[in-house]
């Protein structure tokens, strides 16, 4: 593919060049707003390769801070929607790049807690392929990508960095302590793989925790919109107790012992297993033949 003159490398400038900059503007980095940039160009690369970027693609960055990310996914060849809350950032990346190939959305890319915000939805393609790629913000990395997953076009593959713990629960196998809601809500959608964790060294202001960087692949057979919303509310009421009996939540949930044993008898599963030690897989056979059955 072209890898023409429309696709040449934006203006690049060294870490410590920006980071001069950024102080010189009277910048000071918010903890709240986990603005730890990550400053190893060895490392940005590395998270751009992983993403497998092809000239033109699109792209969704959330939280581009100084853009230094963004300028490795513009040197790809992306073209980039960044959506950064803080508008001192985004201006001084605006400046930074100089550059055509990104869209800026400056405000908060969640509308309260979970949804994403309007002028994200109105940017993002209603069908075709794009991709996310992002070092996201701690706080929002969580309900940013519950969202995402449960759009009717989803980002074909995510290539996140996220707090390591976080990481490891979004990807964990179920049986494992970390294996929670979330993970099955994500793995529903996405084959998740943990590619490596980063020290806190890579990153400005150095982090408490180490880092990891994650990517989702959106998973060729999806379930319906309508089935994953079924999932979210049996996930709900699933892990609101995860060391009761899986006997005793599909009851709650579905109104009776009896349809609770029924159910599990349909799809195999022991009624005496916890809700972690069940992957999504047997919830949506479940929740499918009650569908049909209705
Ligand atoms: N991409 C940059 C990098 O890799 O160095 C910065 C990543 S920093 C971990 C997170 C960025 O997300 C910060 O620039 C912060 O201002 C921004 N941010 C925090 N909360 C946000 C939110 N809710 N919506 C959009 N941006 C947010």
């Not at 002028?119 to 392929?129: R, V």
């Not at 593959?157 to 994500?186: F, H, M, W």
């Not at 579905?254 to 195999?268: K, N, P, Q, T």
């Not at 056979?285 to 209705?294: A, G, K, V, W």
């Amino acid at each position: 593919m072209s890898t023409g003159p429309e696709h040449e490398a934006p203006r690049r400038a060294r870490w410590s060049e920006i980071k001069a900059a950024l102080e010189m503007a009277g910048f000071e980095p918010s903890r709240t707003l986990g603005q730890n940039f990550l400053v190893d160009e060895n490392m940005l690369r590395a998270i751009v390769r992983d993403a497998r970027i092809e000239p033109g693609e699109l792209v969704l960055e959330i939280g581009p801070g100084a853009g230094v990310l963004t300028a490795q996914l513009l040197a790809a060849g992306a073209k980039v929607i960044a959506v950064e809350i803080d508008e001192r950032l985004a201006q001084f990346s605006r400046e930074f790049l100089g550059e055509e190939r990104v869209q800026w959305i400056v405000r908060d890319a969640l509308e309260g807690k979970h949804a994403l915000a309007p002028e994200l939805l109105a940017a993002l393609p209603q069908s075709g392929p794009w991709k996310l790629v992002s070092n996201l913000p701690y706080s929002a990395g969580t309900p940013i990508l519950a969202a995402l997953a449960r759009l009717p076009n989803p980002p074909r593959s995510a290539t996140v960095l996220l707090q390591k713990d976080l990481a490891l629960r979004l990807a964990a196998e179920p049986g494992s302590k970390t294996y929670g809601a979330i993970s099955a809500r994500l793995q529903a959608v996405y084959a998740i793989e943990h590619l490596r964790d980063l020290g806190p060294q890579l990153f400005w202001p150095r982090p408490q925790v180490d880092s990891s960087l994650l990517r989702l692949e959106l998973r060729a057979e999806r379930p319906s919109a309508a089935l994953l919303s079924d999932l979210d509310r049996l996930l709900d009421t699933l892990f609101s107790q995860r060391r009761k009996t899986i006997r005793n939540r599909l009851a709650e949930h579905f109104g009776s012992g009896e349809e609770a044993e029924r159910l599990c008898a349909l799809v195999g599963l022991d009624p005496l297993l916890r809700p972690e030690d069940v992957g999504h897989g047997p919830w949506i056979s479940l929740l499918r033949s009650r569908t049909t059955d209705r």
